[in-house]
């Protein structure tokens, strides 16, 4: 059994609450079970308990058994001195505050129903693909997908902290924020410190200087991911070098290391330097992008990425001085959208949560609607358990549903998990 079990039985009463009493056999009657507590501290906040006739207002921490009190160390902890009421599976020693005063106790050992506990074992202990595989047929459909509405608005809300706390930790303001975003968009798991680190190389200013000359941009982009040098033999690569020489000394730049590159195991059209190449594209055609991404319309917004293609040198490269087979170097569809799905809806609704503006908040999620489910290996196997995705928003609250409940067998904080516990209990 695991603690989060007791949560939800608290959480939901899920117990036989007839004569309940404390272990020195103290009349309760609970009049709020109270907050449940995410954080540190207490497990419930502000709950209202009934003790011997005496209303008590506090807080509730629960542990499998009580001694879990000395080994998580509350003795010693000021913020556990206001428990009114300690709830156990069983209690194997009393517990004292730091007063010397046994704190109130009462065991579910005896009280939660047999039926209820066993559906929870057998969801723990099951090592399918996710605990509950087998019995995903007897949910109700409708609740799910009201449920992964929910998860989907979590996962936005995870994504806009990580961004928020980039956005303080590196004193950026929003235009280089969103370029670091974006940049983090174009290299895919594989290079995505890589493109941050080469964002974040460079001044914001710098960039906008030379986005209206895409030559510079790209001698700027390529030279500061350290991939221009004197030893180049084509006259475009020799032409970038010159200019980022030239630039580097203006601006007194440096370079990130080449090291931070990797180009193995990747498909050549997925190469940094293609992708270099048209994320320079899309700087020298939207300079102003995030303040577009901002005000545009959904539509503007989602044709923003529209037929971009990387210069004519790269239509014969996928390395520079290596020559290829002669093909237009375009932005596929599919990755147009995972850079809106990584990129431009997360910092609409980062932006948003941050001016306190709902307008972007909903524009985020309406392009989330708007775009298609995401094809994943994930997603894939949602759809092979006939959970299957309509838009984005829901292959995006599949991912996070599998990785933070499913993964961590919080099956009792899931909906689904919830329903099949209790649809089952006698």
Known sequence: MKEDFLHYVWLYNYFDQTNLQTTTGQSIRIITNGTHNHDSGPDFSNAQINIDGIDWNGQVEIHIQSSDWLKHKHQFDINYES???????????????????????????????????????????????????DSLHLIDKDRTMLWLNAIAIERMEQKAKLIHDEFEQLDLHWDHLFLVQLSKAFGLKVNQDAFASLAKSLKYEVIQKYAHQLKQL??????????????????????????????????SLQPIPLSFWKFGRLRPANFPTIRIAQLAQLLHRCPTLFSQVLEGSIDEVLHLFDDLVASDYWDTHYRFDTESKKKKKALGKSRIHLIFINCICPMLFSYGKYRQNQDYIDKAITLLETLPAESNAIVNQWASLSITPRHAIDSQALIHLKKTYCDQYKCVSCQIGHQLLTSRKK
């Open 218 to 251: 790209e001698a700027l982009l390529f030279g500061q991911a350290g991939m221009l040098s004197e030893s180049w033999k084509d006259p475009y690569a020799k032409q970038l070098t010159r200019e980022y020489n030239f630039l580097q000394h203006k601006h």
């Open 83 to 133: 428990v009114i009421l300690h709830v156990v599976w069983k209690e194997d020693k009393p517990i004292m505050n730091r007063k010397k005063v046994r704190i109130p106790c009462i065991e579910l050992c005896d009280r939660v129903n047999p039926s209820l506990l066993d559906n929870y074992t057998n969801l723990i202990l099951n090592k399918s693909w996710i605990a509950c595989a």
